[in-house]
């Protein structure tokens, strides 16, 4: 089952990561929203450890709900039907189950979550308190305009400039459309994936009965 195992495990990654990139984006637009408020607290001697705590609450929550009863539904109804799926196409010996599954499944995710949104945090909140009293949540000081060709035309300049002074905000949606691509590419393949794996199967069988013995016995 390596080859199976290995796609869920890359698939679930992906998800992980997609949500993970979800909550730090509308945790960036919630600090941007609430940055007078950020910045008051800040004066009046919150630390940013605090803050980071603050914002990570929810998202560590949600995704330890979603494990605590993704583990409770794994163990007990879907069990028995993932085996069923196996036990319906090969002849397998009795499974048993270990605590790799729940490191995959469980505990990788919540570090993903973690590691992401912490992340974030310590980049948006590493500004100073006057700056986030300011709302000036860009952390860089102002630069002088990239230089242009004046032998373009000036609506070919201007949307140059349009997408230099936002490259942050395309880099964010470029990366929201690579991992919906990516999910999208799961879902049409794997029909095409199986059919294929089925014909390949057939063809290369031996006898009716086939038996591997692998070693060490």
Same mark, same amino acid.
């Given at each position: 089952m390596g080859s199976d195992k290995a796609m869920g495990g890359v698939l679930l990654d992906i998800l992980v990561v997609i949500i993970a990139f979800i909550f730090a984006v509308t945790i960036s637009n919630t600090i941007r929203n609430e940055a007078a408020v950020i910045g008051t607290l800040r004066a009046s001697g919150y630390t940013r450890k605090e803050l980071i705590h603050h914002y990570m609450v929810l998202p560590i929550c949600v995704t330890l709900a979603g494990a605590l009863i993704g583990n409770i539904l794994g163990y007990t109804v879907l069990k028995n039907v993932c085996a069923g799926m196996y036990y319906g196409s090969y002849s397998l010996p009795t499974y048993v189950w270990n605590g790799e599954a729940f490191l995959l499944t469980t505990v990788v995710p919540v570090l993903i979550m973690s590691l992401i949104n912490y992340m974030v945090l310590h980049h948006k909140l590493k500004l100073s308190p $006057?700056?986030?009293? %300011?709302?000036?949540?860009?952390?860089?000081?102002?630069?002088?305009?990239?230089? $242009?060709? &004046?032998?373009?035309?000036?609506?070919?300049?201007? %949307?140059?400039?349009?997408?230099?002074?936002?490259?942050?905000?395309?880099?964010?949606?470029?990366?929201?459309?690579?991992?919906?691509?990516? $999910?999208?590419?799961? #879902?049409?393949?794997? &029909?095409?994936?199986?059919?294929?794996?089925?014909?390949?199967?057939?063809? #290369?069988?031996?006898?009716k009965y086939q038996y591997l013995l692998e070693a060490p016995v």
């Open positions: $006057l700056q986030f009293l %300011r709302r000036d949540l860009s952390g860089k000081k102002k630069k002088k305009a990239m230089y $242009l060709s &004046p032998k373009t035309s000036i609506f070919h300049r201007f %949307r140059l400039r349009i997408i230099f002074q936002n490259k942050s905000n395309y880099l964010v949606l470029f990366t929201g459309i690579l991992f919906a691509n990516l $999910l999208l590419f799961f #879902g049409l393949l794997l &029909p095409s994936v199986l059919s294929h794996y089925q014909v390949e199967i057939q063809n #290369g069988l031996l006898a």
